[in-house]
């Protein structure tokens, strides 16, 4: 069964950082491509970031130069290192699995002070 | 950037009614688009792949139509179960992936 498990969200104050994670079991990450999705309280949906099986990486205008995609194949586990968070980055993020097929239950970012 | 206009942001419906959503893209991009639910307090769940293949699981009475820039999804007789929020994703070669504004899907 496919499973995918985000953590790391939390409180951080504007300017501050955080690293989501996004456990995968029942398939490989290094297969797939891997997107990270994130909804304002309230809000539609925004896509943010994807990984290619290769290295290949993209981001949405809005995130780009502050939020890094990983993953380490091993753990069989993405990331999403955020930088400089704003509280415009307020959100609810998910993973998912290639063009959307499975997501995760998401991990809540609040960026407050 | 692919603008993906959704439409209507909501209607009213009862149960055995038809109900037909439609997405606009900005330009071309083929059959590169999902359909999603979302229920409150749930994340979304794709319903339609490649703009009109049903997801292993999902009733036959969803269905997705269209390529190009007009895509519609259709629910040909809705059920209780099915009132939630519907989203469309174009997931083209041109980044960044959208999504439509989203449709709601509420009780008449």
């Known amino acids: 069964e496919v499973q995918l498990v985000e953590s790391g969200g939390g409180l951080v104050q504007p300017g501050g950082s955080l690293r989501l994670s996004c456990a995968a079991s029942?398939?490989?990450?290094?297969?797939?491509?891997m997107n990270w999705v994130r909804q304002a309280p309230g809000k539609g949906l925004e896509w943010v970031s994807v990984i290619y099986s290769g290295e290949t990486t993209y981001y949405a205008d809005s995130v780009k130069g502050r939020f890094t995609i990983s993953r380490d194949n091993s753990k069989n586990t993405v990331y999403l290192q955020m930088n400089s968070l704003k509280t415009g980055d307020t959100a609810l993020y998910y993973c998912a699995r290639g063009w959307g097929s499975e997501w995760g239950q998401g991990t809540l970012v609040t960026v407050s002070s | 950037d692919i603008q993906m206009t959704q439409s209507p942001s909501s209607l009213s419906a009862s149960v055995g009614d038809r109900v037909t959503i439609t997405c606009r893209a900005s330009?071309?991009?083929?059959?590169?688009l999902g359909w999603f639910q979302q229920k409150p307090g749930e994340a979304p769940k794709r319903l339609i792949y490649a703009a009109s293949s049903l997801q292993s699981g999902v009733p036959s009475r969803f269905s997705g139509s269209g390529s190009g820039t007009e895509f519609t999804l259709t629910i040909s007789s809705l059920q209780p179960e099915d009132f939630a929020t519907y989203y469309c994703?174009?997931?083209?070669?041109?980044?960044?992936?959208?999504f439509g504004q989203g449709t709601k899907v509420e009780i008449k």
């Open positions: 994703l174009q997931y083209s070669t041109y980044i960044p992936w959208t």
């Open positions: 330009q071309g991009i083929k059959n590169d």
């Open positions: 029942g398939f490989a990450v290094s297969n797939n491509y």
